[in-house]
């Protein structure tokens, strides 16, 4: 057996690579979309370690390139998702035992197969199977995913040696338990490293995992639990599905041995599930965690002594980068009429340098949206904004999917600040903008507090200290994550720990302690060394 005080090496967050002309870096990634491309992938389902194959295959084909078929993925039942389940309880009792510095080597070895063998391959999955560019694909299904992984194992050792005091004669320990059952994780499109960290998260603290990852998205899944797996993740720990949403909750939500939700998606569905959650609650052995960040309607607020140059770089990037679908993406910005001018030119000319296409030529700042679904539901948007007479497109508003999913990045100047796409959320390439009097700017305070029920991210661009200090007061609960003179999207691991409230979420923090300690249940041990003998206490006596 173990023993000793171990200490994790305390890792940095992994350097953003550059792919620049001509480095190695640009070589292998090209190589790996090349080889990628040539092939037809096989994607079974993995169920405790096994592949698992069917007679229903549903093709995967790159958001930006419709005709072209990356492969095919087997696609479950209802029996396989008990199959899951049955995996993940079977394997829950030696994984939990396992001691803790075990566990964390595990994924500490993953953490180093990703920056190193399977980097290419992980994003080149990413780009070919979510239409992301080669920046976007490394901050994510690199950089971000390899953060998670060193510092979660970090994270675990802190919770771990958070221990009570204690009197004389008396030792007090707290264990950190797994959680009895197993965990449901249903993951994203929009995030490679948020699909593999709602697994990971939860199962380096000792719980099993069902994972149902979005369909969208089951193409760079494959590579994650590949990732896994040779890493050394026992069978059975996680347990990957492609099986119908619905179907695959009522199935979870109905057994005894849920314990416990890691999602990322849309409010709508996370508040279903929390409905169903709260109905079947007497059905559970424990109650369950119920962890989810969702939506988002992210502001930029100018004020009139804002650097016009920072406001418009933080609009082009926060808005546009990954088409817009990005939880946090800038979707709403309210800027003074004093400057609107100045930053409208700066803004056209950025967004207008935009190139668009699919993600093996790197010139291509923009890509497709996810599918044709998310492609109708966006040109809508615009179409309606065209019509309506109040509206006015600043920039873009053309949409074309006869190859692949393709929408212009789009501005909208809003006469009307509760205007429907100043409220609703797109999750696509579609900013409105509102000008405002410069007068005005305390209003425009509450106003940006009360358009939207989410609360995740937004942003303050201004130069007076008063202001900021006086902003970052006044919009205390409207975001989780609060930027000053930046854009609102980018949060990185341990340094902006990521989450938001109101109808965004539960606010626990990915990329910190805080959501760790969401996938235990402390046990209090108190042992006392030389217990009494008499019932008898001292105030018993008369004399």
Known sequence: MSKGNFI???????????????????????AALKAAKAQKADLPMIINGKEVRTDEKVAIHPPHET????????????????????????????????PWEQRASIFLKAAELLAG??????????????????FQAEIDAACEFID?????????????EDQPDSNPGIWNRVEYRGLEGFIFAVTPFNFTSIAGNLCAAPALMGNTIVWKPSETQIYSAAVIMELFQEAGVPDGVINLIYTDGPMTGEIAFNHPDFAGIHFTGSTRTFQYMWQTIGANIAKYKSYPRIVGETGGKD????????????LAVALSRGAFEFQGQKCSAASRAYIPASIWEAVKERLVAQVGSFKMGAVEDFSNFINAVIDERSFDKIAAYIDQAKADEDTEIVIGGGHDKSKGYFIEPTIILAKDPKYRTMCEEIFGPVLTIHVYDDADFEAVIDLVDTTSPYALTGSIIAQDRQVIADVTIKLRHAAGNFYINDKPTGAVVNQQPFGGGRASGTNDKAGSYLNLVRWVSPRSIKETFAPPKDYRYPFLGEA
């Open 117 to 134: 063998p399977y980097r290419a391959k992980m994003n080149a999955a990413t780009m070919l199977g979510q239409s992301k560019n080669a």
């Open 8 to 30: 994790i090496p305390y890792p940095e967050n992994e350097p953003v690579l550059s792919y620049a002309p001509g480095s190695p870096e640009k070589q292998a990634l090209k």
């Open 299 to 310: 502001f930029v607020l100018a004020h009139h002594s804002a650097d016009v140059d920072v």
């Open 148 to 160: 998670f992984l060193r510092f979660n194992a970090v994270f675990m050792q802190r919770i771990y």
């Open 67 to 98: 005709e072209h078929v990356l492969g095919h993925y087997h696609k479950g039942s209802a029996d396989h998702v008990h199959q899951a389940i049955n995996a993940a309880l079977a394997a829950k009792p030696k994984w939990e035992a396992m």
